[in-house]
């Protein structure tokens, strides 16, 4: 029976004088394992630069999440922006008539027409000639007989009463520019007569173009002790003022009296015809 020499323990083969064995190479294993590393190492990297060699155009041609989010995996790459809008252009920053029609021909769409302008009222023409003033009428009353009016007769102007149409006609005037001076009054009737004062009694008479008759015909508005009244003071005889006297209107010198003062005061009030 042979005799078998025990054999040491692997893992401790030079303790014992036992020698590996050497009919294989050493670090067949590990070059075995280092070849699959390297393999794979070589794999992943072509995967890695086949993904990043991939340009933007080809991010682009996939379709966009439904969400409208960004592909996974490429959040560094931004959606094109639209470069055909065009600004629009003018002083008020609003495109003109004609860049919109431009834009809408480049987009297939005709566009909207322009609003008519609008009409022009018939009244917003001009007048072909200036309006005419309107007339204003008066009747001047006392204020010490409120009931008396001056009133044109034959020879002179009285103070009386209204009793009828005719009278009131005839105690109705145009107040007008006065003719001697534009800032005073002159006073006409209806049948374009002027009153003036003649030997200082008021009469109506036709203006026969003298400077006198302008002067005697012009009286200028002076203020009254009574509210809402006016003295008439004559242009060609200064601090001479209308009065009436025994129901006459006449031209006399101003006095420092109460009575004098309640007979020059006189209301221009509306037309009595």
Known sequence: MPHTKSQPPHDRPWETGWAPDTSRAPGTRRLYLAGVLAVATVVACVTAISMTGSTPDAVAKSAPPADGGTIPGLAGYASPSDTTTVPPKGKSGLATSEETASAARQQGSSPS??????????????SSSPPKPTVKWRSVRSVNYPDHYWHVTQYFVGLDPVRG???????????????????????????????????????????????????????????????????????????????????????????????????????????LA
């Not at 008519?116 to 023409?125: F, I, L, R, Y």
């Not at 006095?255 to 309640?262: D, G, H, K, L």
Request: glycine content about 4%; some cysteine; aromatic content about 14%.
């Open 113 to 126: 027409p322009a609003p008519d302008p609008p009409a022009k009222s018939p009244s917003s023409k001009p």
């Open 165 to 271: 149409s005719e009278s009131r006609e005839d105690s109705t005037f145009k107040v007008v520019k006065g003719l001697a001076n534009a800032s005073c009054y002159s006073f006409t009737t209806h049948d374009g007569k002027y009153l003036r004062h003649s030997n200082f009694v008021l009469r109506a008479a036709r203006d026969d173009g003298s400077s006198l008759f302008e002067q005697d015909a012009t009286f200028c508005p002076r203020a009254s002790s009574y509210s809402g009244a006016t003295m008439l003071e004559s242009v060609n005889y200064p601090g001479y003022y209308l009065r009436h006297k025994n129901f006459v209107v006449r031209l006399e010198r101003f006095e420092y009296s109460p009575q004098y003062m309640a007979d020059s005061s006189f209301r221009l009030v509306d037309g």
